[in-house]
């Protein structure tokens, strides 16, 4: 996964930093101004997904756009099969799941973050997987912090939300190295993220390192993953019950 790549941001379009599906009058008008199409919600917590905590789990590449290679295994399968680990973690623990693919389907950037803003997410792991570094890498938008607003620019939507993100980040953060496992904290620019409308971190999984407090372990552990899932879903059960969480 490349995460530090810059991309052109265009400066127009706007959409509205709070919005519900509620609002479907005016999707069509949304889906022209913000030139993407209308996305679908997936079955996963969908029924629910308006009227309770909501996290989105967003499994990164998919279709077309296979990911890094890890060993025999393409990036995309492996964060769609984590993607349904977490998913199942959480609805264990009463959290409504949306997730942004449920197969090997294609999803641009700009259908992804559309997927969270319909869900008026509280909160969204964006999830890869990458075969160099150690333990945990979690990544919040590089933009810098502005003030909520009726209407913010598509690309950069996520300003709004930085100083929520960085939080829920630190909450993360503290899980993962409860659970023994070493993290490392970045910004960058995130096509997806930087227009999402609610609190998201990138979660970049990569094998773990021995250490003094712990084993080596690869991506294929299934320990490991065990491990780093459950200190995500402990991760986002302690945002649901803190103000922060709140939308």
């Given at each position: 996964m490349s995460l530090r790549m810059r991309i052109p941001r265009p400066q127009f379009f706007a959409t509205s930093w709070r919005r519900t599906v509620g609002a479907a009058a005016c999707s069509g008008a949304f889906a022209v101004l913000m030139g993407v199409g209308p996305a679908s919600l997936p079955a996963q917590?969908?029924?629910?997904?308006?009227?309770?905590?909501?996290?989105?789990?967003?499994?990164?590449?998919?279709?077309?756009?296979?990911?890094?290679?890890?060993?025999?295994?393409?990036?995309?399968?492996?964060?769609?099969?984590?993607?349904?680990?977490?998913?199942?973690?959480?609805?264990?623990?009463?959290v409504s799941v949306?997730?942004?693919?449920?197969?090997?389907?294609?999803?641009?950037?700009?259908?992804?973050?559309?997927?969270?803003?319909?869900?008026?997410?509280?909160?969204?792991?964006?999830?890869?997987?990458?075969?160099?570094?150690?333990?945990?890498?979690?990544?919040?938008?590089?933009?810098?912090?502005?003030?909520?607003?009726?209407?913010?620019?598509?690309?950069?939507?996520q300003a709004a939300w930085i100083t929520r993100s960085v939080?829920?980040?630190?909450?993360?953060?503290?899980?993962?190295?409860?659970?023994?496992?070493?993290?490392?904290?970045?910004?960058?620019?995130?096509?997806?993220?930087?227009?999402?409308t609610c609190p998201a971190v990138v979660i970049e999984v990569a094998p773990l390192q021995a250490s003094s407090d712990s084993k080596p372990a690869s991506l294929d552990d299934q320990d490991y993953q065990a491990r780093v899932a459950g200190a995500l879903a402990a991760a986002l059960v302690e945002w649901r019950s803190s103000d922060r969480g709140g939308r």
């Open positions: 917590g969908a029924s629910d997904a308006f009227q309770h905590f909501v996290v989105v789990i967003d499994a990164a590449h998919g279709g077309d756009d296979s990911g890094a290679r890890l060993g025999s295994e393409a990036e995309k399968a492996y964060t769609l099969a984590f993607s349904v680990r977490l998913r199942s973690l959480l609805a264990a623990r009463g949306v997730t942004t693919r449920e197969s090997d389907a294609t999803i641009d950037a700009d259908h992804r973050a559309d997927i969270a803003n319909r869900a008026t997410a509280h909160a969204c792991l964006s999830l890869h997987a990458s075969e160099s570094g150690n333990g945990i890498h979690l990544f919040v938008s590089s933009l810098a912090p502005v003030q909520p607003a009726h209407f913010l620019p598509w690309r950069t939507a939080s829920l980040a630190g909450i993360i953060n503290s899980a993962i190295n409860q659970a023994g496992i070493s993290v490392t904290l970045g910004r960058s620019v995130l096509p997806a993220v930087d227009s999402m």
